[in-house]
């Protein structure tokens, strides 16, 4: 009994001393460096590495190209999912102590950092997560870049209305919530599709569905499925049933799978997404700076210019009213900032004035619309 | 309404044509080879592969790697397929391994390949092609039919053909049914059981590669196709009668037609529903199908 009290004891006092040098050592860094220490957390590893990577590397171009030495991001890996975001906001609030988070990438670790950055009043400002459930949840300490997905909704419906509407689309989450998103947003317009079909997850065979389209005597058919197969499946038969109509898709379609699937068939075919804007020569020219730098392009065009803007914006806050979470969550919602990805404003949601682009394929080439 | 008709017989007939070499191993060795499907997946990369490198690098044309692809990966294929006999299946069924654990040690292949065929060829989807456009089908009675779909049908109704034949009115034909039906009987009258395993397992693999490098111009491949083409050959299979070619083709048209009649009527995320609905129907009043005797 009274050995083990001893033995209670000193583990106690190993961790204390441990404690007590630990948080020493950290402070005497401070001092030492007195840099301002931004946050960021973003799927580093794991399915969207090549996204976060060029978030990262965004970042890091756009810190160089501001010439500031004085400022430090710290990247966290979120690994796209909520538990590894949760403590990497953990991290980063309580032991880095930093007042703005940029990340995270996936809307799924995005939703598990909130509760934790709302209780320590830090801004988390990502250029990654599209759920719309973040507009709700988001609280007023959450900013994105990254145009939510029933934007998506709202420039298709605005491209579609008032014409004979054909609607195909996934039988998944995302599939059902962009259609009735959609479907709402479209009898706004007082327009009511011809035909709704819904097919399952994993579908190769899309004749039927599509007689079913050519019955309705449609003249737009939107494809409503985040696998690229699938609605590069659906343009190929479509177009050896010969139905000849002008055919929609959403981000999916940027995906490599739909061209190589669709082939020459995708010729023609529209996609909503988010995308760069490569008519604008400071897109291209950061476009070439990132492949100078790294010796190879970025996976993403679009994530790449999105997270290069996030940094100039928050370099402007941060230069504006400093480094302090509450007045750079006020100064967020005065700006209009002329970005690579065109003006940024935010609305009360934290919800940026960032549209999805419409494009469509020209020589297998995805290429920007002017409307 | 005709061309769902038509659209039913295209699909059944890839479902009848990858059903045949399955019923024939099920003759052969009485049991459910089920990697079966990733087996084909794997040969119809390969005929990718191939007509990639010919059109590619060797000037070579569409159609021309293609069955010269089909050629190679086909009988690579099947040798594989008496690999796995020799390998996997023999030494179990010598150990008196029961025809469940077959079946699961046939699973387990399955997944395997699965990932090997992520591992070597990667996740992402692949397209075969016979042409560089797609072009619209012909019209034929207000239905439209593409070129690969009349190919799939005639390459569907030869193999039909063939095969019935093959079992039945030549020595080896023979040889396969009786090794089925009582292998140590067809030992004992001095047909060669191991040599007609070879065989079998050889051409059924080889069918295969066909039916899934057909697939492949309908519907692209990925790693996974495997599970889903077995899980249709398996109802298509027990509709026409396990065994039967000819309960193959009936069993596949069947299948495909059901499930493009329910996917017009009933909204084709009820597609698999009708396809299952019918296997338990037949299991329920005519569980030996169609063409069993």
Request: net charge neutral; proline share 2%.
């Amino acid at each position: 009994m009274n050995k083990q009290k001893h033995i209670l004891l000193a583990t106690m006092l190993t961790v204390v001393v441990a404690l007590v040098l630990g948080g020493c050592s950290t402070k005497v860094a401070n001092l030492s460096q007195e840099k301002i220490k931004l946050g960021y957390v973003g799927p580093l590893t794991g399915d969207l590495a090549s996204i976060g990577n060029d978030e990262k590397r965004a970042i890091q171009l756009a810190l160089t190209a501001s010439g500031r030495t004085d400022i430090e991001v710290i990247f966290e890996d979120s690994h796209c999912n909520g538990q590894a975001g949760s403590n990497a906001a953990q991290k980063l609030v309580n032991v880095d102590q930093v007042q703005l988070i940029m990340g995270a990438g996936c809307s799924d670790a995005t939703l598990a950092m909130l509760p934790i950055i709302q209780q320590g009043q830090v801004v988390l400002f990502s250029s990654l997560s599209t759920s719309p459930e973040l507009t709700k949840v988001g609280g007023e300490y959450f900013f994105r870049n990254a145009p939510s997905d029933d934007k998506a909704t709202e420039v298709l419906a605005k491209l579609i209305k008032n014409k004979k509407i054909a609607l195909v689309s996934e039988n998944n989450d995302f599939g059902q919530a962009f259609l009735n998103d959609l479907k709402v947003k479209l009898a706004e317009f007082d327009t009511t599709p011809v035909a709704d079909e819904i097919f399952n997850t994993g579908t190769t065979d899309y004749k039927t569905i599509l007689q079913k389209v050519k019955e309705s005597k449609a003249e737009v058919l939107a494809v409503i499925s985040n696998s690229p197969v699938s609605n590069g499946l659906v343009i190929k038969q479509a177009k050896e049933l010969g139905l000849e109509m002008a055919y929609y898709g959403t981000d999916s379609i940027a995906g490599s799978e739909f061209s190589d699937t669709a082939q020459d068939a995708a010729e023609g075919v529209y996609a909503i997404l988010v995308a760069a804007n490569t008519a604008d020569d400071r897109v291209n020219k950061l476009l070439q700076l990132y492949e100078n730098t790294y010796l190879e392009g970025p996976a993403s065009d679009a994530y790449t210019v999105l997270s290069y803007d996030r940094m100039n914006i928050v370099l402007k806050a941060i230069d504006a009213v400093g480094y302090d979470a509450e007045a750079i969550r006020n100064y967020l919602h005065t700006i209009n900032y002329d970005g690579l990805a065109g003006y940024t404003s935010f609305d009360e949601n934290g919800d940026s004035s960032i549209l999805p682009l419409v494009l469509r394929f020209e020589d297998g080439e995805l290429v920007p619309v002017q409307q | 309404m005709f061309q769902v008709l038509v659209n039913g017989i295209i699909v059944g007939g890839i479902y009848a044509l990858i059903t045949i070499g399955f019923n024939l191993i099920y003759s052969a060795v009485r049991f459910y080879h089920l990697a079966y499907g990733a087996v084909g997946i794997l040969g119809a990369y390969l005929t990718y592969q191939i007509q990639k490198f010919i059109f590619e690098t060797q000037g070579g044309g569409l159609i021309t790697g293609f069955l010269f692809g089909l050629l190679i990966s086909s009988i690579v294929t099947g040798m594989l397929g008496i690999l796995i006999w020799k390998f996997l299946y023999r030494p179990l069924r010598k150990n008196g391994a029961s025809n469940v654990s077959m079946i699961v040690a046939s699973f387990g292949l399955l997944i395997i390949l699965q990932n090997l065929i992520g591992l070597i060829f990667g996740q992402s989807a692949k397209t075969i092609r016979l042409s560089e456009v797609t072009t619209q089908g012909y019209e034929f009675l207000s239905a439209s039919i593409t070129k690969n779909q009349i190919l799939i049908l005639i390459v569907t109704l030869v193999s039909v053909f063939v095969f019935e034949l093959f079992l039945h009115r030549t020595k080896i034909g023979t040889a396969i049914r009786a090794v089925g039906q009582n292998s140590q009987l067809a030992a004992v009258v001095g047909v060669k059981t191991e040599k007609v395993i070879y065989i079998t397992f050889f051409i059924a693999s080889f069918l295969s590669v066909l039916a899934s490098s057909l697939i492949a111009l309908e519907i692209s491949l990925k790693p996974t196709y495997g599970l889903m083409l077995i899980l249709k050959v398996i109802v298509a299979s027990i509709i026409g009668g396990i065994g039967s070619m000819r309960g193959a083709l009936v069993g596949g048209l069947m299948l495909g037609v059901a499930e493009n009649f329910g996917a017009y009527y009933f909204g084709s995320q009820w597609q698999d529903t009708v396809a299952f609905g019918l296997l338990v129907i037949f299991l329920l009043v005519r569980p030996q199908g169609l063409f069993k005797k």
